[in-house]
């Protein structure tokens, strides 16, 4: 089992099906109150890979993707075109995009996160598939430049800074990235005459921890 570091083709991740799942066990109590709690910290992930298929040619390169996956074996990156920038998807990457971490003096490594925000309430998303030249990165409302002031560990979402943010300091990112996925399945049904009369195969696509 290895993570490869490679996208599943975006055009034909465009115009697939899917998004975040939470896991909720709800309990009725008798006198009809409901007591709900959920074991799950962080959503995961569900897309339909076969939706985006426009051509027996996109079949063919499905099948070849998930070939050198050995089926659901080894993960990679999908591009979640509803989701896959630290701001809207109508505006362009800031590096005040989302707050990182605060300095300390001392801690020169912060992870990639993205807060999503309804009311008082807040989630944050660890990122760990930022897409290689997109990621910026600021201290304190300054621009920072990569390989000058801090690397990007792709990998993995963590910003190393060569010297230490200073105590307060806030730091801040923004950037592009991926979800770490599998296939959900060993195996793929296409049949030709059916694809050609626009009946779609099903090739399911599962987050995975990272």
């Known amino acids: 089992?290895?993570?490869?570091?490679?996208r599943f083709p975006a055009n034909?991740?465009?115009?697939?099906?899917g998004g975040p799942e939470r896991r909720t066990e709800i309990v009725t109590l008798t006198n009809g109150f409901e007591e709900r709690n959920s074991p799950w910290a962080h959503s995961r992930?569900?897309?339909d890979a076969g939706v985006g298929l426009r051509s027996?040619?996109?079949?063919?390169a499905l099948i070849a993707f998930f070939e050198a996956r050995a089926g659901q074996l080894h993960g990679f990156r999908w591009k979640d075109w509803a989701d896959y920038k630290s701001c809207p998807s109508s505006r362009g990457v800031s590096y005040e995009d989302q707050v990182i971490g605060m300095g300390d003096g001392a801690t020169c490594s912060f992870?990639?996160?993205k807060t999503y925000v309804s009311g008082s309430e807040s989630y944050s998303r660890t990122i760990t598939k930022p897409v290689?030249?997109?990621v910026?990165?600021?201290i304190l409302g300054d621009h920072q430049s990569e390989a000058v002031h801090f690397t990007v560990d792709h990998g993995t979402g963590v910003v190393t800074f060569e010297m230490a943010p200073g105590e307060g300091a806030r730091v801040t990112a923004g950037f592009e990235f991926d979800v770490p996925v599998r296939f959900d399945t060993d195996r793929i049904?296409?049949?030709v005459a059916s694809f050609q009369a626009g009946h779609l195969p099903q090739v399911p696509v599962l987050e995975v921890r990272i």
């Open 1 to 6: 089992m290895a993570f490869h570091e490679i």
């Open 12 to 17: 034909l991740s465009f115009g697939s099906v």
């Open 45 to 47: 992930r569900h897309y």
């Open 56 to 60: 027996l040619d996109d079949v063919e």
């Open 111 to 113: 992870q990639l996160v």
């Open 132 to 134: 290689a030249g997109t």
């Open 136 to 138: 910026k990165v600021g």
């Open 189 to 191: 049904q296409v049949s």
